[in-house]
């Protein structure tokens, strides 16, 4: 081999390991496992305040002028079509009818230069229209504006297309989003077990968890910080204010619903129910076992 030719094939090894060692370490980063992409469909969109003001008029006079059949079978479309979303990532691949789907894991951050790092849990959807405010930091106060400002940043012609099209497509994902009501289960039927129904008195009495879980939707509609520990590495503030609170979720469904909190640190309800006694910010509770199963079984009934 002639030495100019020894030299390229020098080069050439060292642009290789080089390249190796830069793909490798991206590929295999740990915790890196879930299966929903790595783009947040809700990322804050680049609309002007008059702007959404004006979007939100457009979507409040369309919902005005078509029955509200007709928005929920067009919102419903919308909602699982793959073809108007960006990466084909439709609605109805994080929040599967309505629910949280557990296979899917959770969005990671940060999604770009100056955002925290850690993960986002999509929401299960139950009784959605009830639960503003709205994601986990409560920083959209109307569905209507979650919903403009999704379709602004995840549909493919999301920016590209005239506003009238985006304030139909709104209104008509708002209607459906307003017909999705969490599963019957036990507590809807009267049909609780002995330990559930010990563990609503639990709920209500010396847990308190009724305190934030009220109503028929099991939210407040307010944020607070309960010390819900981030992932290892995480940054994720919360919102400003209360500072480091999240956003209290429904509790319907919590059995499907998994992982749970903002960031899915936890895989099981005993796990919270435990987070809950000796950790949070309402701890100590001084539940027993038998007690903190009896919480569990309630949880499960929902
Ligand atoms: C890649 C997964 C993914 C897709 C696709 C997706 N979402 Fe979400 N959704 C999330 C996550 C994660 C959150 C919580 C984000 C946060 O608060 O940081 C969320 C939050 C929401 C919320 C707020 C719920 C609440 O109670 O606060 C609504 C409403 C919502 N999504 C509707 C939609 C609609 C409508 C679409 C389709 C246009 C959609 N989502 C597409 C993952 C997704
Ligand atoms: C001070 C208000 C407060 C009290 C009291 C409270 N919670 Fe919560 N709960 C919240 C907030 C806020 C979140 C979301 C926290 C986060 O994601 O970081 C939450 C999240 C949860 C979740 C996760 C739901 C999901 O879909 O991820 C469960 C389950 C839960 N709470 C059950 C309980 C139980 C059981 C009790 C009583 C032992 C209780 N909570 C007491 C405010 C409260």
Redesign the pocket.
Known sequence: MTRPSRRILVVLVLLVVGLLLVIVPVALRPGDTSTVSRRDPHRATNLSRSQMAGLLDAVATVARSKSKAELVAEGQQLFRSASVAKDGESCQGCHTNGG?NPDLGTVPHPQGPGDFTGRR?P??LWGVSHTAPYF?VGNVPTLEGTVTATINAHFKTGTSQPTAKTAEQAAAIVAYLDTIEAPVTPFDTGTMSPAAVRGEAL?RGK???I???AGPLFT?NR??N?N?PQLPGGTDP?APLPPG???????RD?RN???????GV?TT?DQ??RF??SQ???AP?GLTDAEIGD?VAY?DAL
């Open positions: 949280a849990d929401p299960s986990w709920f847990a308190d968890c305190a934030c879980h407040d944020l607070h309960t819900v919360g609170a999240f956003n209290t979720p429904t509790l919590a619903t998994g992982p749970y909190m903002h960031n936890f309800l919270v129910v809950y006694n949070s910010s309402v509770l919480l949880l």
